[in-house]
């Protein structure tokens, strides 16, 4: 079976820093995974995603990720937080019949 | 265009009403997607129409029916809800239906309460 974990339900961070958002992943099959982020009373938005390819996938506002295979990880990262990117965060995994969210890490970016 | 629009934005209801949740998208996407989403959780998966069929039914109860009428509208029926039926529900659409890897575009939701 198909299942997303991320590690961390809250994560904070200074303005400025290193945000590292971690995801683990299993699949039985080659996966497809994607980052989306939710803002306050908003839909979600794709921020990258990794299907083939390149393990190193660059999104949206600055942020990347790394699809680990030995790992089954696919963890966010963005060299330096902007207050902007305070949100909830979804990685999500895709092995072609559906797509599956993990549980969410809420980012928090202190001035 | 890539938007997704949805109306109301939020929405009230007794458990004897009937009411329609509607969801746009003029981007020409074949496949549309609609989502529960309780607080402080990930979005649940409910329907999917596949170029205007359903195609899949995440067991979701008969107090729900889903409503194609042609590939750019998605309506979503609700009649005799419960209060724990109450949630953001998002709608999404993509270019393919079938597939989950297309990227999936998301409208901001409708804020349900039931009463």
């Given at each position: 079976a198909q299942s997303v974990t991320q590690l961390g339900s809250h994560v904070s961070v200074s303005e400025g820093a290193l945000v590292l958002l971690?995801?683990?992943?299993?699949?039985s099959v080659p996966p497809y995974l994607f980052w989306y982020v939710q803002y306050p009373n908003q839909g979600l938005q794709l921020l990258l995603k990794y299907t083939t390819g390149a393990t190193l996938v660059k999104g949206i506002n600055g942020f990347e990720a790394e699809f680990k295979k030995s790992e089954t990880s696919f963890h966010l990262t963005k060299p330096s937080a902007h207050m902007s990117d305070a949100a909830e965060y979804f990685c999500a995994v895709s092995p072609a019949s559906?797509?599956?969210?993990?549980?969410?890490?809420?980012?928090?970016?202190?001035? | 265009?890539?938007?997704?629009?949805?109306?109301?934005?939020?929405?009230?209801?007794?458990?004897?009403?009937?009411?329609?949740?509607?969801?746009?998208?003029h981007m020409g996407h074949r496949a549309m997607y609609w989502y529960k989403q309780k607080a402080k959780k990930p979005p649940e998966l409910m329907f999917v129409y596949s170029y205007e069929k359903l195609s899949i039914n995440e067991s979701v109860p008969?107090?729900?029916?889903?409503?194609c009428p042609n590939s750019s509208l998605l309506n979503l029926h609700l009649h005799a809800l419960q209060?724990?039926?109450s949630a953001l529900y998002l709608c999404a659409?993509?270019?393919?239906g079938g597939t989950y890897t297309d990227t999936q575009y998301f409208g901001p939701g409708t804020r349900l309460t039931v009463l």
């Open positions: 971690r995801c683990n992943y299993s699949s559906k797509i599956i969210f993990g549980s969410g890490t809420r980012l928090s970016i202190r001035p | 265009d890539t938007e997704v629009t949805q109306t109301p934005k939020h929405l009230v209801m007794g458990m004897t009403n009937k009411k329609s949740l509607k969801c746009e998208q008969s107090r729900f029916s889903p409503e209060p724990e039926d659409s993509s270019q393919e």
